[in-house]
Nanobody, 126 residues
Framework: QVQLTESGGGTVQVGDSLRLWCQVS????????MAWFRRAPGTEREFVAF????????FYNESVKGRFTISKNYDFNQLWLQMANLKPEDTGVYYC???????????????????WGQGTQVTVSS
């Protein structure tokens, strides 16, 4: 059974940094492309960043480009999201998502992901 479990959320100040991680169990992080999404209160789920199976393809939402870094930790079978220079508009619940096994095409569409974590809250206060 595939499970994704996010951790690392919290309340920070504007300009601070935070790292999220997603523990993957039941499969390897190399099995498919993975992504981070987020949802602010009252809004739709928004794409944040994508990373392919072997990290050859990475792309970001324009709003986080240059501030966020997505990566894979193969030793711990985790997906990471390093966030820097956080802004109030980064506030939301952050979700880890994985595509089906051996599916690696880069996509920002939530409907293309088959596995989701429960989310971790990030709050950026000014």
């Amino acid at each position: 059974q595939v499970q994704l479990t996010e951790s690392g959320g919290g309340t920070v100040q504007v300009g601070d940094s935070l790292r999220l991680w997603c523990q993957v169990s039941g499969r390897s992080i190399m099995d498919s492309g993975m992504a981070w999404f987020r949802r602010a209160p009252g809004t739709e789920r928004e794409f944040v960043a994508f990373i392919s199976k072997f990290t050859r393809t990475i792309f970001y939402n324009e709003s986080v480009k240059g501030r966020f870094t997505i990566s894979k930790n193969y030793d711990f079978n985790q997906l990471w999201l390093q966030m820097a220079n956080l802004k109030p508009e980064d506030t939301g619940v952050y979700y880890c998502a994985a595509r089906d096994i051996d599916t690696d095409g880069p996509t920002s569409q939530a409907t293309d992901y088959d596995y989701w974590g429960q989310g971790t809250q990030v709050t950026v206060s000014s």
